[in-house]
């Protein structure tokens, strides 16, 4: 992947010189298409294209503004209400993601996002135990970190 960007920014730098432009635009220019030629020549290369990677980090990012957006305002609901009802515990989360980094990251992404804490971490790297602020249910809390965090968390790290 580092490789890939290098040579994209050398044929948008290659593609200025040629041209003369030395603006933003001609910049932009040669990005694309070095883009466009990378894309081209993906076949002969082993590694997946970067920009995929890229946009699986990004959709992480997105997931993770639109979670946390979410719960912030779900927390402070509940907080300024005149009677809490609130049904706070711990449940137990079994994870697909076996390596040390994929399972720190889920654990910080928990722990981010109002409402939820990462307690404890096996160590098989198989079950998180989580403190929610509310659960109604755990079944339901579990697929929902498994459709959006774990789910995002794989795209980024496997190909």
Known sequence: MPFQ????????????????NWTFSG????????I??????RKFRPEPF???KLWAV????????R???????????RILRPKLDLHPGIFEYRTELRSDWEVTILSCLICLTPGTLTLEV??????LYIHA????????????????????????TRS
């Open 27 to 34: 910049f932009v220019v040669g990005y694309v298409l070095g």
């Open 36 to 41: 466009l030629i990378l894309l081209v020549v």
């Open 5 to 20: 960007i290098l040579l994209n920014l050398m044929i948008a730098f290659v593609w200025m010189m040629l041209n003369g």
């Open 133 to 156: 602020m509310n659960i109604t249910d755990a079944d339901e809390m579990a697929a929902g970190i498994r459709s959006t965090f774990e789910k995002a968390i794989m795209e980024v």
């Open 122 to 127: 096996s160590g098989d790297n198989e079950v």
């Open 50 to 52: 970067y920009l995929t």
């Open 58 to 65: 990004l959709k992480l990012l997105l997931i993770f503004g």
């Open 67 to 77: 979670e946390l957006f979410i719960s912030s305002f779900d927390v402070m609901g």
